[in-house]
């Protein structure tokens, strides 16, 4: 069975630009959660889907948001990028909500200059 | 808000030895704990799984404890080989089941051959 999937792999991007980020979560699987991970403030967690809905946000501003599309395919965007935004960017899917292991796509790394 | 700390943050050892990571965290409602290794500008995979109400749970050399009411978890690498070297992180979910990770700073793994 596949695993997650991230597309792209890599950006880099200018600060004041936005940014989409695709995840494809584990065939079945209908939970898929974000998070980003920096050198300082290490993997923060940004919001979880579930069946198209959101289920939970992290402690991020508006600029973070996301959804999740019919086959569980989720994306993230983020607006007016700034340096801060510089991170991996990881998802995670699992069965349910929070009683499978989740798991891990290999990210996409942004870069904002 | 819960938070996760792991002990120590970087670990040397030789080929063969046995090793304990450490992990505590501030809120026992938690519904499971889940450790992971992250090899460097990578995803995170799934090592061990432990719901709230087990005490412990193996996989081939890796053995992973909780004590929830002390807040303390416990991964345990027997005979420790070059090819585990990597970023152990620790992570709990919050009693809801919600999928949002609570992880870790992480220990830096070496084994020198």
């Known amino acids: 069975k596949a695993g997650v999937t991230q597309t792209p792999r890599y950006l880099i991007k200018t600060r004041g630009q936005q940014v989409t980020l695709s995840c494809s979560p584990i065939?079945?699987?209908?939970?898929v959660s974000w998070y980003q991970q920096t050198p300082g403030q290490g993997l923060q967690f940004l919001f979880e889907?579930?069946?198209?809905?959101?289920?939970n946000k992290g402690n991020f501003p508006g600029r973070f948001s996301g959804r999740q599309f019919s086959n569980s395919r989720s994306e993230m965007n983020v607006s007016t990028l700034e340096l801060g935004d510089s991170a991996l960017y990881l998802c995670?899917?699992?069965?349910?909500?929070?009683?499978?292991?989740?798991?891990f796509g290999p990210g996409t790394r942004l870069l904002v200059l | 808000k819960q938070e996760v700390t792991q002990i120590p943050a970087a670990l040397s050892v030789p080929e063969g030895e046995n090793l304990v990571l450490n992990c505590s965290f501030t809120?026992?409602?938690?519904?499971?704990l889940q450790w992971f290794r992250q090899d460097p500008g990578k995803g995170l995979t799934s090592l061990l799984l432990?719901?709230?109400?087990?005490r412990e749970q193996t996989s081939g050399r890796l053995n992973a404890s909780l004590d929830k009411s002390s807040g303390r978890s416990t991964l345990y690498i027997a005979a420790s080989q070059p090819g585990d070297s990597a970023t152990y992180l620790c992570?709990?979910?919050?009693?809801?089941?919600?999928?949002?990770?609570?992880f870790g700073t992480g220990t830096r793994l070496t084994v020198i051959p």
């Open positions: 995670a899917s699992s069965l349910v909500l929070g009683r499978e292991t989740q798991y």
């Open positions: 065939s079945g699987h209908r939970s």
């Open positions: 889907y579930f069946s198209e809905t959101q289920r």
């Open positions: 809120d026992s409602a938690i519904y499971n």
């Open positions: 432990i719901q709230s109400s087990q």
């Open positions: 992570a709990v979910s919050p009693q809801t089941g919600a999928n949002n990770l609570f």
